[in-house]
């Protein structure tokens, strides 16, 4: 028997037999009114971890004595209608609790001694249902694919395709320890010590400079450093939409702006993409009809399709916004890892209105330097850069002194340039290698297009893959990508992955696409096998 009510679903693991261990399930978790297990999906506790929570509870109080098998994964995933992969989590975590082991051809069963640690840790009750204190609507949802994708992630045995990073054995340490001996011996404390919220005057000029080097003409002064760009994209949120604004964003997007926008309470309405980039002949008409405030666009390899608006479509973009009235956030930080051909001009570089256009242009050094300085910036008319400090002095007063200093130099002295000459083409071999291990992959029915630049390829799949059955899959042979479910405002019919090439060495990216070909082969057996697409539905956003 099976009952959801709104939105919780109590499943009855009752008298159902193990066949193969001749072990009923409620052997297996006895309790919670005699058979049940509670699955509250609108709990802000992560479905896996109340999974853990509630056999955690049965053994450490002896309820579950040891040596109890629990149910096999699979067999518990379908009674509870959550995805193998949550229950592979689950399972995990208990293991790491030590609580229970597996066994080769018996399972998984509870340990005789469970650690004191376990034991101490199921002891500390929380001393208040924060939960109850947060605050509620959208904005305090917790994305779930999210987070249980960061927790697969941490698993030594996964091979992440799922990050955004540049590659940490490429970073030039060297030329930091040296930038950063210069820096203490001609600034002393001055690097250390708290500085203006607009940023630093040196790293003003050099990213103004910068820009100028794009051809967006901006002075010092039309420049905000920003906490990484994700601060930046929350500030255009704190200052310019109130709840129910609409906000125009591709389809798909970056998954961290959708975060902010939706932070915001923003309504938000896709344009798709394609291999040009927006699709500007549908713009108008959503123009029109919902009269956004802001249209965010990631014009240059965009995440995560590695799609580069064309020139065309660039001017049309900005004669549409500016015939509409609507501000444009053009969110560009991959335009320096460009791998075949310079892309275009940046949307306000070619804004025929230049300083006086409707363009704020955002950007980062996370994915050409040192992500952890948490350097970004913005690039606006004065009027915009000084609202945006009064939201950012409420936010952090000011982004890391240290790190500001050491772009600064690594920007003025050349340094960025030379690193990115060294870099880029080892970036464009990784792409050719994932490329060549997802080859094998167009017999499955895999299509991806060949990114130009940036840091991903964008993988559709095969329309009879159901999602649910190849992150389940993926979760068991160790590897983890990007659900392209999170990178859309909307659900779409056809599913995809993102896939990272960059953060991975050639060995490791050959294995990653090895696994997750093997994944996509056996969920294909299995969504073919069973209902097809089962989960993509109710779940567009299946638990990894
Ligand atoms: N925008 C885009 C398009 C991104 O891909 C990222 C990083 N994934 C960010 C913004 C945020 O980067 P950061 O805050 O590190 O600058």
């Known amino acids: 028997m099976v009952f959801i009510s709104a939105n919780l679903a109590r499943i009855d693991l009752g008298m159902t037999k193990h066949p193969a261990l001749d072990l009923s399930l409620e052997d297996a978790l006895p309790g919670d009114a005699g058979t049940t297990l509670a699955i509250d999906r609108a709990s802000e506790v992560p479905v896996y971890q109340q999974i853990r929570r509630r056999y955690r509870e049965q053994i450490l109080s002896g309820a579950l004595p040891p040596g109890t098998l629990l149910p096999p994964e699979r067999r518990l995933a379908e009674r509870l209608g959550v995805n193998r992969s949550t229950v592979l ?12 082991g597996a066994h080769v051809g018996r399972g998984t069963a509870v340990l005789a001694r469970p650690t004191l640690a376990a034991a101490a840790e199921s002891r500390r009750e929380p001393a208040l249902a924060w939960r109850e204190l947060v605050r509620r609507g ?6 779930p694919v999210l987070r249980d994708l960061l927790e697969l992630a941490e698993r030594r045995d996964v091979i992440s395709l799922a990050v955004g990073l540049p590659p940490a054995e490429l970073m030039p340490l060297a030329e930091l320890r040296e930038v950063q001996e210069r820096l203490l011996v001609e600034r002393g404390t001055e690097t250390l010590l708290h500085s203006p919220t607009e940023g630093i005057a040196p790293l003003r000029e050099s990213l103004a400079a910068r820009c100028a080097s794009w051809g967006i003409q901006v002075t010092p002064a039309e420049i905000l450093v920003t906490s990484g760009s994700q601060q930046g994209l929350d500030l255009i949120a704190r200052v310019f939409l109130d709840p129910g604004d609409v906000v125009i964003v591709e389809q798909p997007t970056y998954l961290g702006a959708l975060e902010v926008f939706r932070r915001a309470e923003a309504h938000l309405v896709s344009v798709p993409v394609d291999g040009d980039g927006m699709r500007i002949d549908l713009l108008e008409a959503l123009l029109a009809r919902h009269r956004p405030k802001l249209i965010y666009t990631l014009p240059t390899f965009q995440n995560p399709s590695g799609a580069v608006l064309s020139t065309s479509r660039r001017l049309a973009l900005l004669e549409l916004a500016r015939r509409y009235q609507v501000a444009v956030v053009e969110d560009d930080p991959y335009r320096d890892l460009a791998y075949d051909a310079e892309p275009p001009a940046p949307l306000a570089a070619l804004d025929p209105l230049g300083r006086r256009g409707g363009t704020i242009f955002v950007s980062s050094t996370s994915k050409v330097l ?17 609202r945006l400090a009064l939201a950012k002095q409420s936010a952090d007063l000011h982004s890391s002194t240290p790190g500001q200093w050491i772009v600064d130099r690594f920007l003025r002295e050349g340094r960025l340039d030379r690193h990115l000459a060294r870099v880029r083409p080892q970036y464009a071999r990784r792409r050719d290698t994932m490329l060549e291990a997802l080859a094998p992959g167009a017999a499955l029915g895999l299509s991806w297009a060949r990114p130009r630049g940036g840091f991903y390829v964008w993988c559709d799949l095969p329309s009879a893959l159901a999602a649910s059955h190849l992150s389940a899959e993926a979760a068991r ?12 405002a909307q659900a779409t019919t056809v599913e995809h992955l993102r896939l990272n090439f960059t953060a991975l060495a050639p060995a490791e990216l050959r294995e990653g696409g090895k696994r997750l070909l093997r994944a996509v082969a056996s969920a294909l057996a299995l969504s073919t096998a069973r209902n097809p697409r089962d989960g993509a539905g109710a779940g567009t956003r299946p638990i990894v």
């Open 89 to 100: 989590a689950a399972y995990g975590a208990l293991k790491a609790d030590g609580l229970v």
């Open 138 to 143: 959208v904005a305090s949802r917790e994305d």
């Open 370 to 386: 040192f992500p952890g300085l948490r350097v970004g910036w913005i690039a606006a008319p004065e009027e915009v850069i000084r």
């Open 477 to 488: 042979q160790g590897v983890c990508y990007l659900p392209g479910s999170a990178c859309g």
